[in-house]
């Protein structure tokens, strides 16, 4: 098989870079729900300054293409005197474009949370936090599974883009595979589906566990 | 005068990018749109054998990034079928292409969404296929598609700040050569980021206009 035959010589390269593309994508998903779940936590505030900070970032983050935010990370950091590696930037800049994704999504998983139950904890005689971080978030996060899987998705295509800034994930390393072996469809074209297979995936994943966290819904 | 300054020219410079951009992202949305369009209109009319190409390649499209295709529309395609290719026309092809499997997801459930029993119900006062298509699908396939469709658009121009890598000189690469030549990455990307955040804002604000405007003949009016 010819495409085979390509990239059979560079499958280590190759799989370096796939691990690369994994680690940047895990650390930003961490990064990303954190850096979401506080900025949901803030756009539901009460206070109207820690809200209107929040709804800034959200709103600037997702109209920006993530290339010219990259760009700004990567090429502005060191003016400000903070040296570190393209690996990290990239890295960085998922994380705040993810986050300003992921808090719309416990937002609206928020918004969902019944004032019943938050009236019943109060009530109860939880504080403040403890209501946001032991009532409202596990019901929130339980709704916004499918959707959460979704931007996590697109953290994946985009973790791409690393490449632009000398990242040698997997599209990094497949575009230096394919300088090297001339053969350009067949290398892009197996990286096409390397990449499709990889989020249909986790688009998996993500049902199983919107499943399992909400089986007892379902009745019967 | 040092060549590392800020010139007039480099604004008119700005506006030749974002017209490069803006061209692109209208002439690649109008051809995605066009053909997302035939294809839910192929797709639900269950001709033999295109379904499962249409899901297939669709779902390729939306499952990976676009920066792959583009590098395989630039560089793969030219080398395989040894034809020439430049940066716009690649561009092009990979960005309407991908506007069209989005678009397309829309429109199919644009289509589903509308009740069988109205189908049915035109059948029976004697319209025919194209009829049925044309005055009861259609007008409220397009009220309930324009919100999530607004919503791609606005991603998809975005999107268009990537064929900058395989040399476009679109507004990002306008970007890239002012950081380059005056080494001022704050000042030159928050300035290309302004741009692209009003680009955006504006294009969201016209789709909630059309929107509204589409919906006035769903909603309830009284009697």
Not at chain 1, 154 to 183: C, D, P, Q, R
Not at chain 2, 21 to 34: K, M, Q, Y
Request: proline fraction near 3%; include cysteine; charge should be positive.
């Amino acid at each position: 098989m010819r495409f085979w035959r390509v990239i059979e010589p560079h499958i280590g390269f190759l799989l370096q870079g796939f691990a690369l593309t994994i680690a940047a994508c895990l650390l930003a998903i961490v990064g990303a729900v954190l850096l979401g779940a506080l900025t949901a936590s803030m756009r539901s505030s009460g206070n109207r300054w820690v809200r209107g900070a929040a709804n800034a970032y959200g709103d600037v983050f997702r109209n920006v293409p993530f290339l010219v935010q990259l760009f700004f990370f990567f090429y502005g950091l060191p003016e400000l005197g903070i040296y570190i590696g393209a690996f990290e930037t990239g890295v960085i800049a998922m994380s705040i474009a993810g986050g300003a994704f992921v808090s719309d999504v416990i937002l609206s998983g928020i918004m969902t949370v019944d004032t019943g139950v938050i009236d019943a904890a109060k009530v109860s005689g939880l504080n403040r936090v403890k209501i946001f971080t032991r009532i409202v978030l596990p019901i929130a996060l339980r709704v916004s599974v499918r959707p959460m899987g979704s931007v996590l998705i697109n953290l994946v295509l985009t973790s791409s883009i690393l490449s632009t800034i000398t990242v040698n994930e997997l599209t990094g390393a497949a575009k230096i595979v394919a300088a090297t072996t001339f053969k350009p469809f067949e290398v892009y074209a197996v990286l096409l589906v390397l990449y499709a297979s990889l989020t249909t995936l986790l688009s998996f994943a993500i049902s199983a566990t919107h499943r399992r966290l909400n089986r007892f819904m379902m009745g019967g | 005068m040092r060549y590392a300054d800020f010139t007039p020219y480099d604004i008119v410079l700005l506006l030749q990018g974002l017209g490069v951009t803006l061209a692109l992202f209208i002439g690649t949305t109008l051809i995605g749109l066009a053909i997302g369009l035939l294809l839910a209109v192929v797709h639900h009319y269950r001709i033999p054998g295109c379904r499962p190409v249409i899901v297939l390649v669709t779902e390729a499209l939306k499952n990976s990034p676009v920066l792959v295709q583009l590098f395989l529309v630039f560089f793969g395609i030219p080398a395989f079928l040894h034809i020439r290719m430049t940066p716009v026309e690649a561009a092009t092809l990979t960005i309407s292409l991908n506007t069209a499997a989005f678009a397309f997801v829309v429109f199919r459930s644009g289509i589903e969404s509308i009740d069988r029993d109205q189908i049915e119900a035109a059948k029976v006062f004697g319209l025919d296929r194209s009829q049925i298509l044309r005055f009861v699908i259609a007008p409220q396939a397009a009220a309930f598609s324009v919100g999530p469709l607004v919503g791609i658009l606005v991603n998809q121009l975005q999107v268009t700040s990537l064929i900058s890598v395989i040399g476009v000189f679109d507004l990002t690469k306008i970007g890239n050569i002012l950081n380059l030549r005056t080494l001022q990455p704050f000042i030159v990307w928050a300035v290309i980021g302004l741009i692209y955040y009003l680009a955006a804002k504006t294009l969201a604000l016209a789709g909630s206009r059309v929107e509204a405007a589409l919906r006035k003949s769903v909603k309830w009016g009284g009697i």
